[in-house]
């Protein structure tokens, strides 16, 4: 295949320098794009009669069966390409001969690569958002199916306070909202046509940017054309956004790990997501859970790697930037998969719900209802905390749970323990006393499930 350039080269390019600059082996991934963003260069040019009527209509007709091709059957990459622009305009050569050497007129691959990279994110960050949706649905879903389940909830891994196994599920629920706000947003910085910057300067034809923006479906388009062809701020928001909601999935991951552990035994993966061992027949491993976590890793250093990258480069293009692409693509493919796989988990693992309330049975959980209750009595509550304190040790050396202690025991604590504290120590009280918003008493959970739901309908 031929180069895009070389008139003013005396020789070839040698062997191994061609292997290295050549990008096509991963940026075939954006051909679609490419050829979409120029065939709406191709009918401008046209429309402005920058190339005729019947050049431009040659070059798009071409262009759309090259598409339509590739969307069929994808691209065979002949050996030696330097990069899918190379690929589209040589193919386009094959097809109409010469006159494909008049598509890139006005326009240089700077501004191009970053159309392609803007189509293509625009395109997935929609598809992103779309998955996390469904993940939220799962988690809305599993928490409403499950009301009432009560489990501990943990500070330090340690058992704290008795909360709704939906409620825990919940606050995954409004991670993801935001995760999915983040994405919303970033979207509007995405969606900027770069076209028309040229090379660095902008271009000395006619071109007409409103018009290419509008066909293929910008909101706006770029202000300075050095900016447009040397920033990729908007691949590294999008990177962070992944970044961040890696981190969530990875806790959850961790969560589900160990939940599924026969220490904690709170729940089981669906065998379709779990694998075995080769030597111990026993086993079923959560490896899903365990990927996700593991490719956080990944995704942490996509966006890393492009940010030292992208750090000390002069205005404005520099060849450097062709490196943004593999974490790109990497983080896309990564999160969504990720994303998917949560979603399966979530909807199909089965819940213990007998294990996860016996987990709260003499943990002294509810060591917070007690104090509570003296503070309701008039106590300060950094004293009602000593002496609770007191009584924990007391339960302790005498190897008993909070649960077991007899009103004539704690009112030797303090003469305001009344028989009422009995009910008041039962994990589902404690629960149902938590009536703050935001808090786990069950008819708040049903109403953040019942606002959840409206969220995900907007
Ligand atoms: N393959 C390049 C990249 O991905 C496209 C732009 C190349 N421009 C150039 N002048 N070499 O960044």
Not at 298 to 323: F, S, T, W
Request: charge should be neutral.
């Amino acid at each position: 295949m031929e180069n895009l350039w070389g008139g003013r080269f005396k020789k070839e390019i040698n062997k191994e320098m061609k292997k290295f600059t050549s990008s096509i082996t991963f940026d075939q991934e954006l051909a679609i794009y490419d050829i979409t963003g120029s065939i709406a260069h191709a009918k401008m040019l046209g429309k402005c009669n920058i190339v005729s009527h019947e050049e431009s209509q040659k070059i798009v007709v071409a262009l759309e069966v090259i598409l339509k091709d590739v969307q069929k059957n994808g691209l065979s990459i002949s050996e030696g390409v330097e990069d899918i622009h190379t690929w589209v305009e040589n193919k386009l050569k094959e097809e109409i001969g010469d006159i494909a050497g008049k598509l890139h007129t006005a326009r240089s691959r700077n501004d191009q690569i970053a159309l392609d990279e803007r189509l293509y994110l625009k395109e997935k960050v929609l598809k992103i958002q779309d998955l996390i949706k469904n993940l939220q649905k799962s988690l809305m879903l599993t928490a409403q199916k499950n009301l009432g389940i009560i489990m501990p909830g943990y500070t330090h891994l340690q058992h704290a306070q008795p909360i709704l196994f939906s409620h825990h599920l919940m606050a995954y629920f409004y991670m993801f909202e935001r995760d999915r706000g983040r994405m919303q947003d970033l979207y509007k910085r995405i969606d900027v046509l770069p076209l028309g910057s040229a090379a660095l300067a902008g271009t000395s034809f006619p071109i007409d940017r409103e018009f290419v923006a509008s066909q293929l479906g910008f909101s706006g388009i770029s202000e300075n054309s050095l900016d447009a062809v040397s920033d990729r701020d908007f691949i590294l928001e999008f990177l962070s956004a992944s970044a961040i909601s890696m981190m969530h999935l990875s806790r959850l991951s961790e969560e589900i790990i160990l939940w599924s552990s026969k220490e904690f035994n709170f729940i089981e993966l669906d065998d379709s997501l779990c694998t075995g061992s080769s030597i111990m027949p026993q086993k079923k491993n959560p490896d899903a859970a365990e990927l996700i976590r593991g490719k956080t890793g990944r995704v942490y250093g996509n966006l890393i790697n492009l940010l030292i990258m992208m750090k000390a480069l002069p205005l404005a293009y520099n060849h450097d930037m062709q490196e943004d692409k593999e974490p790109l693509f990497d983080t896309v493919s990564t999160l969504g998969k990720s994303l998917f796989l949560m979603s399966k988990m979530i909807e199909t693992m089965q819940i213990n719900k007998e294990k996860m309330e016996k987990s709260t049975k003499g943990d002294f959980s509810t060591a917070t209802e007690l104090a509570d209750y003296l503070v309701k009595k008039g106590l300060s509550f950094r004293e009602a905390h000593k002496l609770i304190g007191k009584i924990v040790l007391y339960c302790l050396e005498n190897k008993k749970s909070l649960e077991d202690l007899a009103i004539p025991e704690l009112k030797s604590f303090h003469k305001d323990f009344k028989e009422e504290i009995l009910e008041i120590l039962k994990p589902q009280s404690a629960i149902e006393a938590k009536d703050s918003y935001g808090g786990t008493f069950s008819k708040r959970v049903i109403d953040s499930i019942q606002k959840a739901k409206n969220i995900l309908k907007q």
